[in-house]
């Protein structure tokens, strides 16, 4: 029962570089959706994915991309890293997106610019 | 999305029944009101929700007043395990990609 699956768990990247953080689920979930979250703050929904082939902005799009090339994985792309792009990244899904139907969520990434 | 309000921090005794309250007194006849709880360095866990009746499950009870303007989440007997974030989260019954939007929620400690 693997669930939600992040890799990698810690990375220290610098400033301009670019990196992907890997996202993938065994559940045959629909919906998946990446979150970050500063230090003593909420989560900030960065993009979502309602399926294979489709993708929306979240409410903290700039720096990243994403695709969704099959069910199961969900990459994040980081371009030209900053600074402010230091957080926990969490990766989440759900079987639907209805309000009946709760998120299942990893166990993050924490990422480092410097 | 309409807005939560949480105390920012409780503490409770071990073995103690836990009461979280959450104010949301612009919340719409649609929105679902979900908890989430987060554990120290992992992801949120799903713990309950519901609309306008109280509900039960194995993890806690969720009480909803009768004008649906706040609601109470439950821990019937606080463990040192259930010391985390709680969040409580409106979520609006758009049929499709309704998303969760997180606010600072209540970090809850339980004391020996």
């Known amino acids: 029962n693997a669930g939600v699956t992040q890799t990698p768990k810690f990375h220290i990247l610098k400033i301009g570089q670019s990196m992907t953080l890997q996202c993938t689920q065994d559940m045959n979930h629909n919906y998946m959706y990446w979150y970050r979250q500063d230090p003593g703050m909420g989560l900030k929904l960065i993009y979502y994915s309602v399926g294979a082939g489709i993708t929306d902005k979240g409410e903290v799009p700039n720096g990243y991309n994403v695709s969704r090339s099959t069910t199961e994985d969900f990459p994040l792309r980081l371009e030209l890293a900053a600074p402010s792009q230091t957080s926990v990244y969490f990766c989440?899904?759900?079987?639907?997106?209805?309000?009946?139907?709760?998120?299942?969520f990893g166990s993050g990434t924490r990422l480092t610019v410097v | 999305d309409a807005k939560t309000t949480q105390p920012n921090s409780m503490e409770s005794n071990e073995e103690e029944p836990v009461h979280l309250p959450c104010n949301h007194s612009t919340i719409s006849g649609t929105d679902y009101i979900h908890w989430y709880r987060q554990l120290p360095s992992q992801g949120p866990e799903y713990v309950i929700h519901g609309l306008t009746s109280n509900v039960n499950n194995r993890m806690a009870s969720l009480a909803i007043a009768e004008d649906r303007k706040s609601s109470t989440l439950i821990l019937h007997r606080a463990t040192l395990r259930d010391a985390a974030v709680y969040y409580c989260?409106?979520?609006?019954?758009?049929?499709?990609?309704?998303?969760?939007?997180f606010g600072t929620g209540t970090r809850l400690q339980v004391m020996l």
């Open positions: 989440a899904s759900s079987y639907s997106g209805d309000t009946n139907y709760g998120y299942t």
């Open positions: 989260i409106l979520r609006a019954n758009t049929g499709t990609a309704s998303k969760l939007t």
